[in-house]
T-cell receptor, first 117, second 114 residues
Framework: EAGVTQFPSHSVIEKGQTVTLRCDPI?????LYWYRRVMGKEIKFLLH????????ESGMPNNRFLAERTGGTYSTLKVQPAELEDSGVYFC???????????????FGQGTRLTVV | AQSVTQLDSQVPVFEEAPVELRCNYS??????LFWYVQYPNQGLQLLLK??????LVKGINGFEAEFNKSQTSFHLRKPSVHISDTAEYFC????????????FGTGTRLQVFP
């Protein structure tokens, strides 16, 4: 079975341009998360989808970031316009529904390394 | 709010030596605890997790961790490391009542030398 897949693996764009990152979760996983790691810092939560609904988007940095999950399948994270501080590695993760509030394992993709120059 | 501290950014060690990667957390509520590993050019992979019960948790690849509530620590240990253990290790917590996100530490890069 395929794991969590992210596209592209690397992206280099100029400040002011737009970039769209894509995440394909594991089939059947209702929960989809986006995280970001800025160089040398911790991996930070951005947002959480349950199917197509945004459950928690408290970690989104600002309104230049837009996440969607149409039909509850794959998700996209668009940055428009990109700024230098948006550089980092963007991770996507997915997990099956939580039975009785016990956390299940979150499976992570390889990440997209975004460089804004 | 929760936070996770991994004091050691890098840990060099020789093959077959024991290793301990330290993790301390701060939280006003009870949390679940996790260790993830990222091998070069791969995604994060779950090593082990503590949800409840025995405070000594065994994970994959011979790793184990011990939850110490009084010291708010969850240190990761392996009695004898291999070259293949070279990777970055992340400690994370998730609040019991909000299991939908992980709060990570800054990571510890383990470098195993022959």
């Amino acid at each position: 079975e395929a794991g969590v897949t992210q596209f592209p693996s690397h992206s280099v764009i100029e400040k002011g341009q737009t970039v769209t990152l894509r995440c394909d979760p594991i089939s059947g996983h209702d929960n989809l998360y986006w995280y970001r790691r800025v160089m040398g810092k911790e991996i930070k939560f951005l947002l959480h989808f349950v199917k197509e609904s945004k459950q928690d988007e408290s970690g989104m940095p600002n309104n230049r970031f837009l996440a969607e999950r149409t039909g509850g399948t794959y998700s996209t994270l668009k940055v428009q316009p990109a700024e230098l501080e948006d550089s980092g590695v963007y991770f996507c993760a997915s997990s099956p529904p939580f039975p009785g509030q016990a956390p299940t394992e979150a499976f992570f993709g390889q990440g997209t390394r975004l460089t804004v120059v | 709010a929760q936070s996770v501290t991994q004091l050691d950014s890098q840990v060099p060690v020789f093959e077959e030596a024991p290793v301990e990667l330290r993790c301390n957390y701060s939280s006003s509520v009870s949390v679940y605890l996790f260790w993830y590993v990222q091998y070069p050019n791969q995604g994060l992979q779950l090593l082990l997790k503590y949800l409840s019960g025995s405070t000594l948790v065994k994970g994959i690849n011979g790793f184990e961790a011990e939850f110490n509530k009084s010291q708010t620590s969850f240190h990761l240990r392996k009695p004898s490391v291999h070259i293949s253990d070279t990777a970055e290790y992340f400690c994370a917590v998730s609040p019991l009542r909000n299991t939908d996100k992980l709060i990570f530490g800054t990571g510890t890069r383990l470098q195993v030398f022959p």
